[in-house]
């Protein structure tokens, strides 16, 4: 985001930098766990997709008394048969203590920021089906659902 970062009343959204690799890295493993999943990630690989040559993530974090409190991750979409780039927002997390504050809105709001420096045309996100209060959220933000055609496929590389 040019501009420096999105502040209201109880948070502040900026750019991920590197001395937040920690605390999202951790922040990370406790959404995987809550899902379900084996976490694999630490600051380093973070750092990298992050930072590194290829940079393959956008990161922004919400501070809170200037403390890391939350964290939004984008990744690079397209649609090729219209020339739309797009950015998909891949995690959004607050910590629990956080929640309910408006925190997770200022994210997608730099989200939508980020998108647009971007020049983006679009932003993406998902939730399970069973998470009918993230759909609610993401409803009430202005984000419609949307199927994608057909079945998608995934490969273990």
């Known amino acids: 985001?040019?501009?420096?970062d999105i502040r209201e009343g109880r948070g502040r959204v900026?750019?991920?930098?590197?001395?937040?690799l920690a605390v999202v890295a951790d922040m990370i493993v406790r959404l995987a766990r809550h899902h379900g999943d084996d976490p694999a990630?630490?600051?380093?690989?973070?750092?990298?997709?992050l930072f590194g040559e290829a940079r393959w993530l956008h990161g922004l974090?919400?501070?809170?008394?200037?403390?890391?409190?939350?964290?939004?991750?984008?990744?690079?979409?397209y649609r090729a048969q219209l020339?739309?780039?797009g950015l998909d927002l891949h995690h959004l997390f607050v910590l629990e203590g956080s929640?309910?504050?408006?925190?997770?809105?200022?994210l997608v709001a730099g989200a939508q920021a980020a998108a647009r420096e971007a020049g983006c045309a679009f932003l993406t996100v998902g939730a399970r089906a069973e998470n009918g209060r993230a759909q609610d959220f993401y409803r009430s933000l202005g984000f419609q659902p949307?199927?994608?055609?057909?079945?998608g496929f995934a490969m273990t590389l």
Not at 14 to 20: A, K, N, V
Not at 43 to 48: I, N, P, S, T, Y
Not at 99 to 106: H, T, Y
Request: avoid cysteine; aromatic fraction near 6%; proline fraction near 4%.
């Open 61 to 77: 974090v919400v501070e809170r008394f200037g403390y890391v409190v939350g964290y939004a991750l984008l990744v690079p979409r």
């Open 99 to 106: 929640r309910g504050l408006g925190l997770g809105r200022l």
């Open 83 to 85: 020339t739309l780039r």
């Open 14 to 20: 900026r750019p991920m930098d590197r001395h937040d």
């Open 1 to 4: 985001m040019q501009s420096d």
């Open 146 to 151: 949307h199927l994608a055609a057909g079945q």
């Open 41 to 49: 990630i630490d600051a380093a690989r973070l750092e990298v997709d």
